[in-house]
Protein backbone atom coordinates (compact mmCIF):
# COMPACT_ATOMS: atom_id res chain seq x y z
CA UNK A 1 0.00 0.00 0.00
CA UNK A 2 0.84 3.24 -0.52
CA UNK A 3 -0.21 6.93 -0.30
CA UNK A 4 0.46 10.05 -1.59
CA UNK A 5 -1.20 13.84 -2.23
CA UNK A 6 -4.13 12.09 -3.80
CA UNK A 7 -4.50 9.39 -1.64
CA UNK A 8 -3.52 6.60 -3.91
CA UNK A 9 -4.23 2.85 -1.90
CA UNK A 10 -2.59 -0.32 -3.19
CA UNK A 11 -4.12 -3.19 -2.67
CA UNK A 12 -1.90 -6.36 -4.77
CA UNK A 13 -1.28 -5.40 -7.91
CA UNK A 14 -3.68 -2.33 -7.93
CA UNK A 15 -3.58 1.08 -7.04
CA UNK A 16 -7.03 2.77 -6.09
CA UNK A 17 -7.52 6.32 -6.04
CA UNK A 18 -10.06 7.75 -3.40
CA UNK A 19 -12.83 9.89 -3.64
CA UNK A 20 -13.48 12.68 -1.12
CA UNK A 21 -15.22 9.74 0.98
CA UNK A 22 -11.58 8.39 1.74
CA UNK A 23 -10.89 11.89 3.26
CA UNK A 24 -13.98 11.52 5.10
CA UNK A 25 -13.17 8.13 6.43
CA UNK A 26 -10.01 9.63 8.44
CA UNK A 27 -11.77 12.81 9.22
CA UNK A 28 -14.79 10.62 10.98
CA UNK A 29 -12.36 8.39 12.88
CA UNK A 30 -10.32 11.24 14.45
CA UNK A 31 -13.32 13.43 15.22
CA UNK A 32 -15.05 10.42 16.77
CA UNK A 33 -12.41 9.53 18.71
CA UNK A 34 -12.17 12.82 20.25
CA UNK A 35 -15.96 13.35 21.31
CA UNK A 36 -15.51 9.77 22.74
CA UNK A 37 -12.23 11.36 24.93
CA UNK A 38 -13.76 15.06 25.40
CA UNK A 39 -16.68 13.21 27.15
CA UNK A 40 -14.57 10.66 29.26
CA UNK A 41 -12.85 13.79 30.52
CA UNK A 42 -16.09 15.31 31.82
CA UNK A 43 -16.36 18.21 28.88
CA UNK A 44 -19.76 19.95 27.82
CA UNK A 45 -21.71 19.44 25.05
CA UNK A 46 -21.20 20.48 22.33
CA UNK A 47 -18.78 17.67 21.87
CA UNK A 48 -18.14 18.72 18.07
CA UNK A 49 -19.08 21.55 15.44
CA UNK A 50 -19.63 18.84 12.95
CA UNK A 51 -23.50 19.43 12.37
CA UNK A 52 -23.78 15.44 11.04
CA UNK A 53 -21.95 13.88 13.77
CA UNK A 54 -24.00 16.17 16.44
CA UNK A 55 -27.26 15.37 15.18
CA UNK A 56 -26.51 11.67 14.58
CA UNK A 57 -25.75 8.03 15.60
CA UNK A 58 -22.42 6.69 15.10
CA UNK A 59 -20.41 4.10 16.52
CA UNK A 60 -16.83 5.20 18.35
CA UNK A 61 -13.74 4.32 15.96
CA UNK A 62 -13.14 1.52 18.28
CA UNK A 63 -15.43 -1.16 18.26
CA UNK A 64 -14.41 -1.93 21.93
CA UNK A 65 -15.86 1.34 23.08
CA UNK A 66 -19.18 0.98 22.30
CA UNK A 67 -21.83 0.80 24.96
CA UNK A 68 -22.85 -2.37 24.26
CA UNK A 69 -19.39 -3.98 23.49
CA UNK A 70 -18.06 -1.74 26.92
CA UNK A 71 -21.22 -3.87 28.82
CA UNK A 72 -20.25 -7.26 26.94
CA UNK A 73 -16.85 -6.92 27.81
CA UNK A 74 -17.28 -6.37 31.43
CA UNK A 75 -20.57 -7.87 32.32
CA UNK A 76 -20.93 -11.04 30.13
CA UNK A 77 -17.07 -11.52 29.91
CA UNK A 78 -15.41 -11.02 32.62
CA UNK A 79 -18.22 -9.95 35.23
CA UNK A 80 -18.01 -13.88 36.60
CA UNK A 81 -16.09 -16.51 36.38
CA UNK A 82 -17.46 -19.14 34.74
CA UNK A 83 -15.94 -22.37 32.63
CA UNK A 84 -15.69 -22.02 29.01
CA UNK A 85 -18.63 -23.51 27.97
CA UNK A 86 -20.04 -20.97 30.20
CA UNK A 87 -18.61 -18.05 28.88
CA UNK A 88 -19.12 -18.77 24.91
CA UNK A 89 -22.83 -19.58 25.94
CA UNK A 90 -23.40 -16.22 27.92
CA UNK A 91 -21.64 -14.30 24.79
CA UNK A 92 -23.73 -15.87 22.22
CA UNK A 93 -27.59 -15.61 24.77
CA UNK A 94 -26.40 -11.62 25.12
CA UNK A 95 -25.73 -11.15 21.49
CA UNK A 96 -28.07 -12.47 19.80
CA UNK A 97 -30.45 -9.91 21.52
CA UNK A 98 -27.66 -7.56 22.24
CA UNK A 99 -29.78 -5.77 24.76
CA UNK A 100 -28.81 -5.21 28.13
CA UNK A 101 -31.94 -4.80 29.90
CA UNK A 102 -33.00 -8.32 28.32
CA UNK A 103 -29.80 -10.17 29.27
CA UNK A 104 -30.62 -8.36 33.30
CA UNK A 105 -34.25 -9.74 32.96
CA UNK A 106 -32.65 -13.34 31.97
CA UNK A 107 -30.35 -12.90 34.58
CA UNK A 108 -32.84 -11.94 37.80
CA UNK A 109 -34.24 -15.29 36.70
CA UNK A 110 -31.58 -17.48 37.47
CA UNK A 111 -28.91 -15.67 38.90
CA UNK A 112 -25.18 -16.37 37.20
CA UNK A 113 -25.97 -17.71 33.79
CA UNK A 114 -24.03 -20.83 33.07
CA UNK A 115 -24.38 -23.85 31.33
CA UNK A 116 -26.07 -25.44 34.76
CA UNK A 117 -28.59 -22.54 34.87
CA UNK A 118 -29.58 -22.09 31.57
CA UNK A 119 -33.26 -22.72 31.15
CA UNK A 120 -34.68 -22.54 28.06
CA UNK A 121 -38.52 -22.69 29.20
CA UNK A 122 -38.01 -20.77 31.68
CA UNK A 123 -36.24 -17.82 29.50
CA UNK A 124 -39.07 -18.28 27.23
CA UNK A 125 -41.51 -17.75 29.73
CA UNK A 126 -39.26 -14.42 31.07
CA UNK A 127 -38.78 -13.16 27.11
CA UNK A 128 -42.61 -13.93 25.97
CA UNK A 129 -43.71 -11.73 29.12
CA UNK A 130 -41.51 -8.91 28.26
CA UNK A 131 -42.94 -9.32 24.97
CA UNK A 132 -46.56 -9.00 26.15
CA UNK A 133 -45.85 -5.95 28.09
CA UNK A 134 -44.53 -4.17 24.86
CA UNK A 135 -40.98 -4.25 25.96
CA UNK A 136 -38.30 -4.97 22.96
CA UNK A 137 -36.28 -8.16 23.76
CA UNK A 138 -34.07 -7.97 20.77
CA UNK A 139 -31.56 -4.93 19.66
CA UNK A 140 -32.37 -2.49 16.70
CA UNK A 141 -28.34 -2.54 15.64
CA UNK A 142 -28.91 -5.55 13.00
CA UNK A 143 -31.45 -8.00 11.77
CA UNK A 144 -31.78 -11.07 13.54
CA UNK A 145 -32.84 -13.79 11.81
CA UNK A 146 -34.64 -16.53 13.44
CA UNK A 147 -33.36 -19.88 12.64
CA UNK A 148 -35.81 -22.73 11.96
CA UNK A 149 -37.08 -24.85 14.65
CA UNK A 150 -40.83 -24.29 14.02
CA UNK A 151 -41.90 -22.24 17.13
CA UNK A 152 -44.37 -19.34 16.76
CA UNK A 153 -41.98 -16.59 18.67
CA UNK A 154 -38.45 -15.82 17.31
CA UNK A 155 -37.28 -16.03 20.86
CA UNK A 156 -37.99 -19.40 21.20
CA UNK A 157 -36.47 -20.52 18.03
CA UNK A 158 -33.13 -18.91 19.27
CA UNK A 159 -33.73 -20.53 22.72
CA UNK A 160 -34.06 -23.68 21.35
CA UNK A 161 -31.34 -23.20 18.75
CA UNK A 162 -28.82 -22.70 22.06
CA UNK A 163 -30.15 -25.78 23.50
CA UNK A 164 -28.59 -27.46 20.43
CA UNK A 165 -25.06 -26.18 20.22
CA UNK A 166 -25.09 -27.15 23.79
CA UNK A 167 -25.82 -30.50 23.36
CA UNK A 168 -24.47 -31.20 19.60
CA UNK A 169 -20.84 -30.16 20.44
CA UNK A 170 -20.86 -27.27 18.62
CA UNK A 171 -20.01 -24.99 22.03
CA UNK A 172 -17.25 -27.21 22.59
CA UNK A 173 -15.79 -26.48 19.40
CA UNK A 174 -16.54 -23.36 19.72
CA UNK A 175 -13.97 -23.58 22.64
CA UNK A 176 -11.21 -25.41 21.36
CA UNK A 177 -11.02 -23.06 17.74
CA UNK A 178 -7.05 -22.84 17.00
CA UNK A 179 -7.86 -19.36 15.46
CA UNK A 180 -9.65 -16.10 14.80
CA UNK A 181 -10.54 -17.59 11.08
CA UNK A 182 -11.80 -21.01 12.28
CA UNK A 183 -13.81 -19.53 15.37
CA UNK A 184 -15.36 -17.43 12.65
CA UNK A 185 -16.38 -20.46 10.31
CA UNK A 186 -17.83 -22.65 13.44
CA UNK A 187 -19.90 -19.33 14.02
CA UNK A 188 -21.20 -18.98 10.47
CA UNK A 189 -21.91 -22.72 10.11
CA UNK A 190 -24.91 -22.12 13.21
CA UNK A 191 -27.83 -21.77 11.43
CA UNK A 192 -29.30 -18.12 11.32
CA UNK A 193 -25.64 -16.69 12.03
CA UNK A 194 -24.46 -15.29 8.25
CA UNK A 195 -21.47 -13.82 7.50
CA UNK A 196 -21.69 -10.77 9.07
CA UNK A 197 -23.43 -11.96 12.79
CA UNK A 198 -20.91 -14.95 13.06
CA UNK A 199 -18.00 -12.28 12.72
CA UNK A 200 -19.05 -10.13 15.40
CA UNK A 201 -19.63 -13.18 17.51
CA UNK A 202 -16.52 -13.93 16.95
CA UNK A 203 -14.78 -10.51 18.12
CA UNK A 204 -16.90 -10.39 21.05
CA UNK A 205 -15.98 -14.02 21.88
CA UNK A 206 -12.45 -12.59 21.26
CA UNK A 207 -12.64 -10.32 24.01
CA UNK A 208 -12.07 -13.07 26.59
CA UNK A 209 -8.95 -15.00 28.06
CA UNK A 210 -10.80 -18.26 26.28
CA UNK A 211 -8.49 -16.79 23.12
CA UNK A 212 -5.26 -14.84 22.28
CA UNK A 213 -6.28 -14.51 18.74
CA UNK A 214 -4.92 -10.55 17.09
CA UNK A 215 -7.84 -8.42 15.82
CA UNK A 216 -5.30 -8.42 12.82
CA UNK A 217 -5.74 -11.82 12.15
CA UNK A 218 -8.82 -11.84 10.47
CA UNK A 219 -12.12 -9.93 9.08
CA UNK A 220 -14.82 -10.18 7.17
CA UNK A 221 -16.33 -6.85 5.87
CA UNK A 222 -20.56 -6.83 6.48
CA UNK A 223 -23.08 -5.01 4.27
CA UNK A 224 -22.07 -1.72 5.62
CA UNK A 225 -18.30 -2.07 5.00
CA UNK A 226 -18.96 -3.00 1.57
CA UNK A 227 -21.01 0.11 0.85
CA UNK A 228 -18.07 2.50 2.79
CA UNK A 229 -15.97 1.06 0.33
CA UNK A 230 -17.70 1.66 -2.88
CA UNK A 231 -18.19 5.22 -1.67
CA UNK A 232 -14.31 5.91 -1.47
CA UNK A 233 -13.11 4.21 -3.96
CA UNK A 234 -14.73 3.95 -7.86
CA UNK A 235 -12.88 0.88 -8.84
CA UNK A 236 -13.20 -1.68 -6.33
CA UNK A 237 -15.80 -4.37 -7.95
CA UNK A 238 -13.26 -6.88 -8.80
CA UNK A 239 -11.53 -6.56 -5.00
CA UNK A 240 -12.37 -8.68 -2.05
CA UNK A 241 -13.63 -6.37 0.56
CA UNK A 242 -11.62 -7.77 3.17
CA UNK A 243 -7.83 -7.02 1.12
CA UNK A 244 -8.98 -3.46 1.17
CA UNK A 245 -9.81 -3.25 4.99
CA UNK A 246 -6.48 -4.78 5.61
CA UNK A 247 -4.55 -2.33 3.30
CA UNK A 248 -6.02 0.78 5.20
CA UNK A 249 -6.22 -0.53 8.44
CA UNK A 250 -2.11 -1.73 7.92
CA UNK A 251 -1.03 2.01 6.26
CA UNK A 252 -3.21 4.24 8.46
CA UNK A 253 -0.40 6.14 10.00
CA UNK A 254 0.56 6.97 6.36
CA UNK A 255 -3.16 8.21 5.15
CA UNK A 256 -3.27 10.27 8.67
CA UNK A 257 -0.02 12.10 8.16
CA UNK A 258 -0.54 12.62 4.43
CA UNK A 259 -4.06 14.32 5.59
CA UNK A 260 -2.29 16.08 8.48
CA UNK A 261 -5.28 14.58 11.37
CA UNK A 262 -4.05 14.13 14.72
CA UNK A 263 -5.40 10.14 15.34
CA UNK A 264 -6.02 9.85 19.66
CA UNK A 265 -5.01 6.21 19.83
CA UNK A 266 -6.77 4.33 22.20
CA UNK A 267 -4.34 5.02 24.56
CA UNK A 268 -1.44 3.19 22.06
CA UNK A 269 -3.73 0.53 20.46
CA UNK A 270 -3.78 1.06 17.03
CA UNK A 271 -6.83 0.57 14.99
CA UNK A 272 -7.56 -3.12 13.78
CA UNK A 273 -8.93 -4.35 11.55
CA UNK A 274 -12.78 -5.17 13.49
CA UNK A 275 -12.08 -1.18 13.93
CA UNK A 276 -11.33 -0.23 10.09
CA UNK A 277 -14.30 -2.24 8.85
CA UNK A 278 -16.55 -0.42 11.02
CA UNK A 279 -15.32 2.77 10.44
CA UNK A 280 -16.25 1.96 6.48
CA UNK A 281 -19.70 1.11 7.62
CA UNK A 282 -19.85 4.77 9.41
CA UNK A 283 -18.42 6.62 6.43
CA UNK A 284 -21.04 5.08 4.25
CA UNK A 285 -23.45 6.50 6.38
CA UNK A 286 -21.76 9.72 6.94
CA UNK A 287 -21.49 10.35 3.19
CA UNK A 288 -25.03 10.06 2.95
CA UNK A 289 -25.08 13.73 3.86
CA UNK A 290 -21.45 15.24 2.91
CA UNK A 291 -21.39 13.15 -0.55
CA UNK A 292 -24.62 12.82 -1.40
CA UNK A 293 -23.38 12.22 -5.26
CA UNK A 294 -21.63 9.22 -3.98
CA UNK A 295 -24.31 6.32 -4.22
CA UNK A 296 -22.30 3.58 -3.00
CA UNK A 297 -24.13 -0.08 -3.04
CA UNK A 298 -27.04 0.76 -0.33
CA UNK A 299 -28.99 3.54 -2.52
CA UNK A 300 -29.88 5.27 1.11
CA UNK A 301 -29.69 8.83 1.33
CA UNK A 302 -30.81 9.47 4.90
CA UNK A 303 -29.45 8.57 8.40
CA UNK A 304 -32.18 6.73 10.20
CA UNK A 305 -31.05 6.81 13.83
CA UNK A 306 -31.03 10.11 15.71
CA UNK A 307 -28.67 11.24 18.32
CA UNK A 308 -30.18 12.00 21.86
CA UNK A 309 -28.04 13.01 24.44
CA UNK A 310 -28.07 11.22 27.43
CA UNK A 311 -27.96 12.70 30.96
CA UNK A 312 -26.16 10.17 31.97
CA UNK A 313 -22.32 10.10 32.13
CA UNK A 314 -20.59 7.60 30.35
CA UNK A 315 -19.09 4.90 32.39
CA UNK A 316 -15.60 5.14 32.70
CA UNK A 317 -14.13 2.17 29.80
CA UNK A 318 -12.46 -1.21 30.93
CA UNK A 319 -10.70 -3.51 28.05
CA UNK A 320 -9.58 -6.82 27.69
CA UNK A 321 -7.13 -7.24 30.32
CA UNK A 322 -4.92 -9.36 27.89
CA UNK A 323 -4.26 -5.66 25.58
CA UNK A 324 -2.78 -4.43 28.57
CA UNK A 325 -3.74 -0.81 27.71
CA UNK A 326 -2.17 1.62 30.06
CA UNK A 327 -5.17 4.30 30.56
CA UNK A 328 -4.03 7.03 33.22
CA UNK A 329 -0.76 7.76 31.87
CA UNK A 330 -2.36 8.35 28.06
CA UNK A 331 -5.07 10.41 29.05
CA UNK A 332 -7.02 12.03 32.48
CA UNK A 333 -10.26 10.38 33.13
CA UNK A 334 -13.17 10.99 35.95
CA UNK A 335 -11.51 9.04 38.95
CA UNK A 336 -14.68 8.61 40.41
CA UNK A 337 -17.05 6.14 38.91
CA UNK A 338 -19.85 7.15 36.80
CA UNK A 339 -23.25 5.69 36.27
CA UNK A 340 -23.63 4.08 32.86
CA UNK A 341 -26.88 4.84 30.84
CA UNK A 342 -28.33 1.67 30.33
Known sequence: MEADGALKVRVGDRVLRATPAFRSYWYLAAERQRIFFKRLRGEQSPWTEDAVLSSHRFTNAYRASDRVSQYVINEVVYGESVDPRSLVLRVLLFKIF????????????????????FDAALFDDVLEERRAHGRRIYSAAYIMPSPKFGELRK???????LDKLLVDGSVDEIVAAPTLKRLYETLVAVPSFGPFLAFQFAIDLNYSDLYAFSEMDFVVAGPGAHDGIAKCFADVDDLQAEDVIRAVTEHAPSFLESLGIQFEALWGRPLQLIDCQNLFCEVGKYARLVHPELLGRSGR??????????????VRPKYPPKWALQYDEAIPVAASPLRAAV
Do not use: C, F, M
Not at 98 to 117: H, P, Q, S
Not at 155 to 161: E, G, P, Q, Y
Open 98 to 117: NRVDTWKALEGAVGKITVDT
Open 155 to 161: HTNHLRL
Open 301 to 314: TQIKQKYQPSSLLP
